[in-house]
């Protein structure tokens, strides 16, 4: 039914700043349609891995392949090409402070397409109204927003091109419980709806337990499994057991069983 | 733009009220969907049968397409619509609200009379803050001198080795070329009398009572002011200002005072070494051009030079590197809001300083000729 051809491919990837390593040997493959969680401890590199994919972050060694393309070492049109097949939403939203909420959802339909400006405005006003921003949102500037709509807003942008693919960087990171549930059940919809991959990083448990799909767990400088939570459970790793056993990790589990007793994942029947 | 993948074009065809849509409805169509939909529907009216069945892709932009003919022509329908077109489109007739993009249109008379009340209320208000500022700035000095921890003396002498010692490069040159300058120049005009031996004049008086300093002064305002504003505003933006006061560490104490200290001790230094260095400049012009001995030049310079004017050089140095220094932090206290305003409030900083100086010179200049020094 899917094709089974990974849409994320990552293969010996290692990662260096000076003496440090980050990453070594680190492979991960991501399917097309799924939401694949991210989560290892403080410093152990998600936001490096993260930044590896995307090509901001030029590995000291290894290969990684987006959609099939190498993603380093491509001429400017190849990178426009490939970039715009994904959308990313970065830890503190990045949002262009100069412009207002509907100037920065316009800036990649500006980028890569010239649509008349009433066209413009209509696509910016039903991603604005998909992210679940108030309609008085749009002509704001980001130092207006709190917390919760600047996430929401670089959402917004993050989707304006219809990505394929769509990584988020801690979305829920602070954020109140109830907003962080709404962005849960938000990315759900829309990968439902669009059919986006998406690769999530994340500290928070209960994202993990309402959405995602796979877990892929960074440990020791690689990903040290990627599978479901209940199958990563039964993972014989400290840091595993303590971080899905520990007292958060079962109210999460808990929490979980209670809301959605049928947590059958669409990357389950593929 | 980057060429779009082969694809079938998105076709359009219309029979009676049945309108058939075939290929892929994206976002790298839109340019042609938004051309050719009122081209097809063109004398058409009424409810339309949209058949979606030839469609092979849709995203939310192709949705909104269909969201809006169906929303436009009421009583319309969709045929043949795969399951996830279906949810796509209504997901986007869900996301359908009338969103405001762009601030209320107000017009022109009133806008312009708006900004320019704006920029008489921002100046009243930046004089008004700015004198509170200098004040702050004096008290924090007072309580540090006479209570509490005391002047910080390890932030003064980083900051003196930023303002300082680091600019010694930069303000050498500049002056070592202005001195050249100043006694070719004089040079060519004095020639014409026979009277080149007062280049030495020229270039000994000049320089320490005035282009020494007020050019030293330009070019740390030019480093100095812009760091400062920059630096401080960052530290806004990041929210470390607050965190100082929170923890109950006073912002002027910690940042301010110790560049205003700062600039009071290296001004006087730099435009000591600036004159200098402008001296040789004329000097080494002098010999290799106009054929004046070092020893004649030297012996010259201390007959024609007064004191009085290396003291009045003097004295207006720390006045110049504490206002450098006061305006350049209170900028930087003024940043807020976003990146832009970092960079408005750094070229504030530059352009104030350097025109204060130069107002303040021209009042020294006045003030010490009346007094008698000449």
Not at chain 2, 10 to 39: F, N, Q, S, Y
Not at chain 2, 149 to 173: D, F, H, P, S
Not at chain 2, 244 to 262: C, F, H, Q, S, W
Not at chain 2, 289 to 302: K, W, Y
Request: charged letters at 20%; one cysteine or more; glycine letters at 10%.
């Amino acid at each position: 039914m899917r094709n089974r051809e990974p849409i994320i491919r990552v293969q010996g990837l290692k990662n260096q700043f000076g003496a440090q390593v980050v990453h070594q040997g680190l492979d991960l493959d991501v399917m097309p349609g799924e939401i694949l969680g991210v989560v290892g401890g403080s410093g152990s590199g998600k936001s490096v891995l993260l930044r590896s994919i995307i090509g901001l972050q030029q590995p000291a060694e290894g290969h990684v392949e987006v959609l099939g393309r190498a993603v380093t070492g491509n001429d400017a049109t190849e990178d426009a090409d490939l970039t715009r097949q994904w959308g990313v939403l970065f830890q503190g939203g990045a949002l262009f402070s100069g412009m207002t909420v509907a100037e920065n959802v316009q800036v990649p339909l500006r980028e890569y397409f010239s649509l008349s400006d009433a066209l413009m405005g209509e696509i910016a006003s039903y991603k604005v109204a998909m992210v679940g921003l108030p309609p008085e949102a749009g002509p704001k500037y980001p130092s207006e927003l709190s917390g919760g709509m600047k996430k929401r807003a670089a959402l917004a942008r993050a989707l304006a091109l219809d990505p394929q693919l769509l990584f988020l960087d801690e979305p829920t990171a602070g954020l109140d419980p109830i907003a962080a549930q709404g962005f849960d059940a938000l990315i759900r919809t829309l990968k439902e709806t669009m059919g986006l991959t998406v690769f999530l990083i994340t500290h928070d448990l209960d994202t993990l337990y309402a959405i995602c799909d796979r877990v892929a767990v960074i440990a020791d400088r690689k990903i040290i499994a990627v599978d479901r939570i209940e199958a990563l459970k039964q993972l014989d790793h400290p840091w595993v057991q303590e971080y899905f056993s520990g007292p958060r990790g079962r109210a999460a589990a808990t929490a979980q069983g209670a809301r959605r007793p049928e947590s059958a994942s669409s990357y389950e029947e593929a | 733009m980057p060429a779009a993948p082969a694809a079938p074009p998105v076709t359009l065809t219309l029979e009676g009220d049945r309108l058939g849509l075939a290929g892929r409805l994206t976002i790298c169509r839109a340019t042609t969907l938004e051309a050719d939909l009122p081209l097809a529907l063109a004398g058409s009216e009424g409810p339309l049968t949209i058949d979606l069945s030839r469609v092979e892709g849709m995203d939310t932009v192709g949705a909104w397409f269909v969201h809006r003919l169906l929303r436009d022509r009421p009583g319309s329908r969709l045929e043949g619509a795969s399951a996830d077109a279906e949810r796509l489109i209504a997901e986007v007739a869900h996301a359908d609200r009338p969103v405001r993009l762009r601030p209320d249109h107000v017009p022109f008379l009133e806008r312009e009379l708006g900004k320019l009340g704006a920029y008489v209320f921002e100046f009243f208000h930046t004089l008004s803050t700015s004198l509170a500022f200098i004040g702050l700035t004096l008290v924090a000095g007072w309580r540090a001198l006479t209570q509490g921890r005391g002047v910080r003396w390890g932030a003064v002498t980083v900051q003196m080795e930023q303002t300082g010692v680091n600019a010694l490069g930069i303000i050498g040159l500049m002056s070592f070329l202005i001195g050249i300058v100043l006694a070719q120049q004089g040079a060519v005009q004095l020639q014409q009398f026979g009277a080149e031996i007062f280049v030495i004049n020229l270039v000994g008086r000049a320089t320490f009572r005035e282009l020494g300093i007020l050019l030293t002064a330009i070019m740390v305002a030019g480093r100095s002011a812009s760091a400062f504003a920059a630096q401080i505003g960052a530290m806004k933006l990041a929210e470390e200002v607050d965190a100082m006061r929170t923890i109950g560490i006073d912002p002027m104490e910690v940042l301010v005072l110790p560049r205003v200290i700062a600039m009071i001790l290296m001004m006087p230094l730099l435009a000591f070494y600036a004159s200098i260095l402008s001296i040789v400049g004329g000097g080494l012009f002098a010999w290799l051009s106009l054929e004046i001995p070092p020893a004649t030049f030297v012996q010259r310079l201390r007959e024609v030079v007064p004191l009085t004017d290396f003291w009045i050089g003097m004295s207006k140095a720390p006045v110049f590197g504490a206002l450098i220094a006061v305006i350049g932090c209170f900028q930087g206290f003024q940043v807020s809001g976003n990146a832009e305003s970092v960079g408005q409030r750094t070229t504030l900083a530059v352009v104030q300083a350097i025109f204060v100086v130069i107002v303040l010179d021209a009042f020294f200049a006045v003030f010490y000729t009346a007094i008698g020094f000449k």
